[in-house]
């Protein structure tokens, strides 16, 4: 166990009944708000209408940059924080998915900078520590962006999606209320509950050595909280349980909380990345497909007793195997979660994707180096992966 910092300002209005805080809250940084949302879920759904009512009776001037595409571009943030700089914003406020969130992220940072592009602070791996306010409204349980310091932003002229951090890019405030993800497709809740799954699995579970068993013990409870409760959200779109269940595991997984004194990995993330910079796939999906190969490639003697407590604990597979035996039931049972139970297609084939890019994509993942984690990953490796998948 090493040393760790735990500190995680945003403040999180969890349930049904808080959005009317949220004129007082946006209030706290100013009048002058810009609304960040997407395609249009949320005027669908009636957020939109509700947040607009809200702040006109607040004498809150509402700007909107809208249109927002999963996996964000980082053309549209830079638009954004034109409109900042333009009208003077005090505060950007997202409503939606992670993408919007980090695209929102992406505005508050880059209106802060003299030029307004986003894209140099991502390419150049600044760490953000000025940005405007950001409050998030989540409706979407996935990524983590509503309480994380991260903002994933894609470059599609250069074929590249990369994240962007920083401390001043943790939202002030998030409000998460699971009936606003009522509305969420059964696809994009599977993609979306696979994401929170594999967050807590590569990032910390299975990265390395450095391991805390308290915290070992709550990844997990992370991740058996989507087994249970992400093919229930699925059938039953409108059962609270179920969603609010999701929506706080997907924050509770990113928000530092279950990584302090581990290391951090991210091989699955490394290697999606690349396959939704080049296709533009969504993230969750493409991580379903990785992640049983990538738990048969790094299997051996070594990896096998940790893969195997993994599917005893968040899969029931029988305990008093030979921990080879088990880790391969740990990698059966990964698999038909994936495939079967949340109905994600298993082949990259599936979603159009070849070998083509292959090596140049291995090598953008590696980052010139190797991925580390409980097996450090070459490009070779990350080639051969991609290969398991199609
Ligand atoms: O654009 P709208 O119309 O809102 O529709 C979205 C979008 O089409 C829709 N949606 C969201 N909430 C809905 C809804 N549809 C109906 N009802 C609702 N309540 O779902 C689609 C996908 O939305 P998106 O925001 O793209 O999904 P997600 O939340 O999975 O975000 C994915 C992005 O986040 C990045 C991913 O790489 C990807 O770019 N990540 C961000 C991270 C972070 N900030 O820390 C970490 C993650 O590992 C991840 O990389
Ligand atoms: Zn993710």
Redesign the pocket.
């Known amino acids: 166990m090493n040393d760790f910092i735990f500190h995680n300002p945003d403040k999180v209005y969890f349930g049904k009944s808080h959005l009317g805080n949220l004129p007082a809250e946006l209030k706290a940084f100013g009048s002058k708000v810009l609304l960040v949302?997407?395609?249009?879920?949320?005027k669908r759904?009636g957020l939109y209408d509700e947040i607009v009512t809200l702040c006109k009776d607040n004498g809150i001037e509402l700007f909107e940059l809208s249109g927002?595409e999963?996996?964000?571009r980082h053309s549209t943030a830079n638009k954004g924080a034109e409109i900042c700089k333009r009208e003077g914003i005090n505060v950007v406020l997202a409503a939606?998915?992670?993408?919007?969130i980090?695209c929102a992220k992406g505005v508050a940072a880059a209106a802060k900078t003299p030029d307004g592009d986003v894209w140099k602070l991502v390419s150049g791996g600044v760490w953000v520590t000025e940005a405007l306010p950001l409050v998030a409204i989540l409706?979407?349980a996935?990524?983590?962006?509503e309480m994380?310091a991260?903002?994933?932003i894609s470059n599609m002229d250069t074929n590249e999606k990369i994240g962007l951090g920083g401390s001043a890019l943790i939202p002030k405030v998030a409000f998460e209320n699971p009936e606003?993800?009522y509305?969420?497709?059964s696809y994009?809740t599977a993609?979306?509950a696979f994401?929170i799954f594999n967050?807590a699995l590569d990032n910390y579970y299975l990265a390395g050595d450095a391991t805390f068993d308290l915290l070992l013990e709550m990844q997990e409870a992370v991740m058996r909280t989507v087994v249970k409760w992400a093919p229930i959200a699925m059938n039953e779109p409108e059962n609270y349980e179920a969603r609010a269940n999701l929506m706080w595991a997907s924050s509770m997984a990113?928000n530092t909380i279950l990584d302090g004194g581990t290391v951090h990995g991210c091989a699955c993330?490394a290697m999606e990345?690349e396959l939704?910079a080049y296709y533009d796939i969504t993230?969750?999906h493409g991580l379903a497909i990785l992640t049983p190969r990538w738990l048969s490639y790094i299997l051996d003697e070594e990896t096998a007793p940790a893969i195997y407590r993994f599917g005893v604990t968040v899969f029931g597979v029988d305990s008093g195997l030979e921990p080879m035996d088990g880790a391969k039931k740990a990698i059966e049972a990964c698999s038909k979660f994936c495939f079967e139970t949340l109905g994600l297609k298993p082949n990259l084939s599936d979603l159009g994707i070849d070998t083509t890019h292959f090596k140049a994509m291995a090598s953008h993942a590696c980052a010139g180096g190797v991925i580390t984690g409980l097996k450090n990953l070459s490009p070779a490796d990350v080639e051969k992966i991609y290969e398991m998948c199609l």
Do not use: E, F, K, M
């Open positions: 949302y997407g395609g249009g879920s949320i759904n927002v999963p996996n964000p939606g998915g992670g993408s919007t980090d409706t979407n996935a990524t983590g962006s994380d991260w903002a994933v606003y993800s509305t969420l497709p994009q993609c979306g994401d967050h990113l993330h990345h939704s993230h969750g």
